[in-house]
């Protein structure tokens, strides 16, 4: 990997270019430029065709633990579709006042041709394998939200002095999707897209292991939060992916219990705050039949959970994307970190959507342990009508079961029915437990508290517990 001063350079370069596309509402490009100079280093240039820059963005750039890998110093080219010039910048993001920091240049006069757009361009000591590599695990995360309106492409030099380039990522994949689709069915796309390519290391999706996208089960949640200011909501998305390899698959992929959640702010990739990870765990997973083994942020900033005992040839994964609706441009307010109430919130919706789209796939314990007793009681209640010789009764108890009267007599088809309607019961009140009002107390299997050990059944682990209640913050 590049070294973690320069990832943050080269985040913070291709963020800024992103978040003027996003405030010029209009189609643009991003352009990421990796070039040997003659002297061995590295000229890493990102362009982008969206909004004039500011300069007050740089103010941030002050720290000298860049310092041996860069020298500091930004050559910057800045126009808006309106002026008759091109601003040239130095910007020496080491000196200690603004006129030694921020050099103008001579303009460069346009040719009589309307256009927008910023390139700023840097040299550096980066090894350029190790630096390609970075921006390609880089843009590839970018995929995954694919951005409205923006195309983001890496662009890879290959001799000194040449013009032969190979553009090795293209980004362009939310251009094509109609501008009604919302950023959150951006997000979920994106992972099924993810998950598809075992976690981008293909460039292809496996159709060996996932023959078709019934096997993979997508849960959604949004939650936001108004600021004082109109329209400038914090939005958090969240994004759950089940994926099921059928074990009779000729795959000899790998998967694993453990899986990396993947963090996005304001549409870049991000390292994941420690804090917000560790909201994320304080979520009862057991609810929707998953357990948390560990977790933890890795040396990369890469937050990693691994998964208790899944099921065989299952794999889950995650994605959190926070942004603020009303574009922010850079160094001109104070970075906090998104409510952590607002990701947990986010991250138990998703998953409440995906236990409300695949009943009885998602149980609580409490919910498995009571399936084990349906197909007894279904028989009972089944032998019960049956053997009562009150016409009224059974042709009542038919209306209820939704058959005709004449279909009581068949075999199996009063218990078989039974067991559905206990099922649906059970299933429904195992959908968001913490929302049920004590209205609903008297219904069939209704949870009353308590702990519960785990059973054997349709949840994803198997290990024995102590279900205890985690403490759950409000929004």
Known sequence: MA???????YRFLINSAIQRCRSSNRLCRVSIVVKRCLDLDLRISVSDTGDMIDLSE?????????????????????????????????????????????????????????FSGTDVSLTTKDDKDICVAWMMQFCRKMLILKIPSITVELIVEHMVGSTSSDTLVLASEGVTLPLSTSNIERLSLGMEDYVFKHRNSTDMGCWRCYPNRENLKIGTGLAYEMENLPNDNQMVEAVIVVATVPDYSESDCSLDSVAKVLYFENFVPCSMPTALLGSLARINWKDYGLAIKSHLVDDHGDAVIEWENLQPFTTVELALHCYHKKVKKLGTHKKRLPERSLVKNAMKLSLDDLKAKYPGLFLSPHAVKIKKHVPELSRTIAGLILSS???????????????QPSDLGKEGRVESCVRERIMSIIEMNDINPRKRGREEANLLFHEGGGNSGDDEGECLYENDYDDASLSQSRT
């Open 58 to 114: 740089f103010q941030v750039l002050g720290n000298h633990e860049f310092c041996g890998l860069w020298d500091g110093v930004l050559s910057i080219a800045t126009t808006d579709v309106h002026e008759k010039e091109i601003y040239n910048y130095r910007v020496d993001a080491f000196q200690t006042t603004s006129a030694s920091k921020f050099v103008r240049l001579p303009s460069t006069l346009k040719k009589s041709v309307e």
């Open 389 to 403: 010789n009150d016409d009224h009764f059974t042709k009542e108890c038919a209306v209820l079961l939704g058959i």
């Open 3 to 9: 070294s973690s001063s320069t990832q943050t350079l």
